[in-house]
């Protein structure tokens, strides 16, 4: 198989249990879904600085720490290239979520994250996420973000 461009993206999960802080995509790419905080690596930048900038810009707070919990590679079906998500558990963080021009944050309780208006492969690895679980995992995407193949695997270290 030949040599695709693979883009390097960040995502912050921030989960205080019982409760997970999501965001309503307001703009661009994923507009009108519930998602974590996060993006694009800019130029220089490690993929924890972008990480902690990302979530800064999009909700207004600072976390304390960030884990690394996942690495997911997507693919969409007729594009070249792919996305590279490295994803990130935030459990404390200075400031309050406030609304930005990208993003509406809210707060869910984890028996009520709404599945249904958010990418269609978190509820794959949301469940591995949430129990602390270290995860590695491939999705590739057809029309309408229909999922055709999947991998999903724990993993010990990333």
Same mark, same amino acid.
């Given at each position: =198989?030949?040599?695709?461009?693979?883009?390097?993206?960040?995502?912050? #999960?921030?989960?205080?249990?019982?409760?997970?802080?999501?965001? #309503?995509?307001?703009?661009?790419? !994923?507009?009108?879904?519930?998602?974590?905080?996060?993006? /694009?690596?800019?130029? !220089?930048?490690?993929?924890? $600085?972008?990480?902690?900038?990302e979530i800064v810009e999009e909700v207004g707070i600072t976390? /304390?720490?960030?884990? /690394?919990?996942?690495?997911?590679? *997507?693919?969409?079906?007729?594009?070249?290239?792919?996305?590279?998500?490295?994803?990130?558990?935030?459990?404390?963080?200075? !400031?309050?979520?406030?609304?930005?021009?990208?993003?509406?944050?809210?707060? *869910?309780?984890?028996?009520?994250?709404?599945?249904?208006? #958010?990418?269609? $492969?978190?509820?794959?690895? #949301?469940?591995? *996420?949430?129990? !602390?679980?270290?995860?590695?995992?491939?999705?590739?995407?057809?029309?309408?973000?229909?999922?055709?193949? =999947?991998?999903?695997?724990?993993?010990?270290?990333?």
């Open positions: =198989m030949e040599n695709r461009q693979k883009k390097l993206l960040t995502l912050c #999960m921030v989960h205080q249990h019982p409760r997970v802080l999501l965001g #309503m995509k307001k703009r661009g790419f !994923g507009a009108g879904r519930w998602n974590g905080f996060g993006g /694009k690596l800019a130029e !220089g930048e490690t993929i924890e $600085d972008a990480a902690l900038r976390p /304390k720490s960030l884990e /690394k919990r996942g690495i997911i590679e *997507f693919e969409f079906k007729g594009t070249p290239g792919i996305l590279e998500v490295h994803i990130f558990h935030v459990d404390s963080f200075r !400031g309050e979520p406030h609304e930005s021009e990208e993003m509406k944050p809210q707060w *869910f309780h984890v028996n009520d994250i709404p599945f249904h208006d #958010m990418w269609p $492969d978190d509820i794959h690895w #949301m469940p591995l *996420f949430l129990e !602390g679980r270290r995860f590695r995992g491939r999705f590739l995407f057809g029309e309408s973000d229909k999922i055709l193949e =999947m991998e999903l695997n724990k993993v010990i270290e990333l």
